[in-house]
């Protein structure tokens, strides 16, 4: 085994010649460093590598937004995304909104207005819309529907989910 | 997925060292990476492009607008200068896939790419744009060559898309209400001295309609199009819309996008 520095990542050789990176990432304030497969997706190393299965993969072919996190405040897909790809980000999954064991305000209009019913979108949901309120404090019903066009609820809860957004709107 | 290589080279000549026929460039991955997850594709290295700084950013200049081709399409969408420019550009660029797929997703991956259904490549045309690679510059005419197929050559990469700024333009689409792509969309931008309508969705790649650019030429007016017949031979038929009801489309896209300039 050898480690080569060329690209600023440290590459690890294994005997069988497959390819490890280091990634490390500040996760909901929390730095983590590990070795994976150049290939691992973001919504892999989420779920399998530290654990944080709130982070779903519901199509996985980046359709449906179940895997919604937030890479530098910004809301993506996980499931599209490479773990090597976002090397040195700050990364918020769904497990980061609480804060000393409080409910997010996003998270507690969806419990108020019942937001959803299966709950398998809901993590997604609630990334996208905290995003959508980061850059626009009072969107119309309109606009909810547009920025969660990216996020799709099979129980078609639509309704309330919107209702929980305008809810968390007067709160944010 | 299948495993492979991930480089993330900063600058563009170790991008295009690293570049052989079993690699590709990842931009934002929005369709790269689900190719490879589908199997539809594999590759033994992928080679990062987004830590090349100078390939990020939009220049606007007395007649054009330059776009670095790791912009992404949120950028474009909410630029100033794009608005004020060629505000048509930014509205295409507001309108392709979802928030997070414009968060992560770029011009140059999506004209590399040349989906049949992609908006951009409609811009490019109608806006007579030119493609700047590492290698030459490319009229857009000549770079979308058919379906995901475009004039770049191995190891070539898409640095910059300049478009020509023009008197007016508007872009109108008929999205999939699923994946957001064209089913069809049309791109008409009126130039000094001519007009341009492009079309993407329609076909196996994206085209000019020389008819309707002609009657729009002689006379910028929806009444000049009324009742102007576009041909459904060649255009595509699927579980989305059948080839007669893609004409339909560009013709009432056509007209609305003029009726918007």
């Known amino acids: ?172 | 997925m299948k495993s492979f290589n991930y480089h993330a080279p900063k600058d563009v000549k170790d991008a295009s060292k690293l570049a052989s026929s079993n690699s590709a460039f990842l931009a934002g991955g929005m369709t790269t990476i689900p190719s490879m997850k589908l199997g539809l594709a594999s590759y033994k290295d992928v080679i990062d492009i987004k830590n090349i700084k100078k390939l990020s950013g939009i220049k606007v200049s007395g007649k054009t607008v330059t776009i670095g081709a790791t912009t992404k399409h949120v950028e474009v969408a909410t630029s100033k200068d794009v608005k004020k420019a060629i505000p048509a550009l930014a509205k295409l660029a507001g309108n392709i896939g979802d928030a997070q797929v414009r968060n992560r997703g770029t011009i140059g991956g999506s004209i590399s790419n040349n989906d049949p259904s992609a908006c951009y490549p409609s811009a490019c045309m109608a806006l007579n744009a030119v493609i700047h690679t590492n290698k030459r510059k490319i009229d857009a005419e000549k770079f979308f060559t058919g379906m995901f197929e475009t004039a770049l050559k191995g190891g070539e990469l898409v640095e910059a898309v300049e478009f020509q700024i023009p008197e007016k333009a508007d872009y109108q689409k008929h999205p999939n209400p699923a994946s957001r792509y064209a089913i069809i969309g049309v791109f008409v931008a009126k130039h000094k001295k001519d007009v341009n309508v492009a079309v993407t969705g329609a076909k196996s790649c994206v085209y000019i309609d020389k008819d309707l650019s002609k009657k729009l030429s002689s006379n910028f007016s929806v009444s000049a199009i009324e009742g102007a017949e576009v041909k459904s031979s060649g255009m595509n038929s699927d579980m989305h819309a059948s080839a007669e009801y893609r004409a339909n489309l560009v013709s009432l896209y056509a007209k609305k996008a003029v009726e918007a300039c």
């Not at chain 1, 779920?47 to 993969?57: A, E, K, Q, S």
């Not at chain 1, 996985?60 to 919604?68: H, I, M, Y």
């Open chain 1, 1 to 172: 085994m050898f480690i080569n520095f060329t690209y600023g990542y440290n590459r690890i050789y294994s005997g069988r010649r497959r390819l490890m990176t280091k990634v490390t990432l500040e996760v909901n304030g929390k730095k983590v460093s590990k070795d994976v497969p150049d290939h691992t997706l973001l919504s892999v190393f989420l779920r399998d590598n530290l654990n944080l299965t709130g982070t779903h993969v519901g199509c996985d072919t980046s359709q449906c937004g179940a895997c919604v996190v937030h890479v530098n405040g910004k809301s993506i897909k996980s499931c599209s995304t490479l773990a090597a790809d976002v090397e040195g980000s700050k990364v918020t999954t769904i497990e980061g909104l609480a804060k000393d064991g409080k409910l997010h305000p996003m998270q507690a209009a969806f419990k108020k207005t019942h937001g959803l019913q299966c709950g398998y979108c809901t993590p997604g949901m609630v990334m996208s819309a905290v995003d959508l309120l980061q850059t626009k404090k009072n969107p119309s019903d309109q606009e909810i529907r547009e920025w969660l066009e990216g996020n799709i609820c099979r129980c078609t809860g639509y309704q309330n989910i919107v209702a929980a957004v305008k809810e968390a709107a007067t709160k944010m």
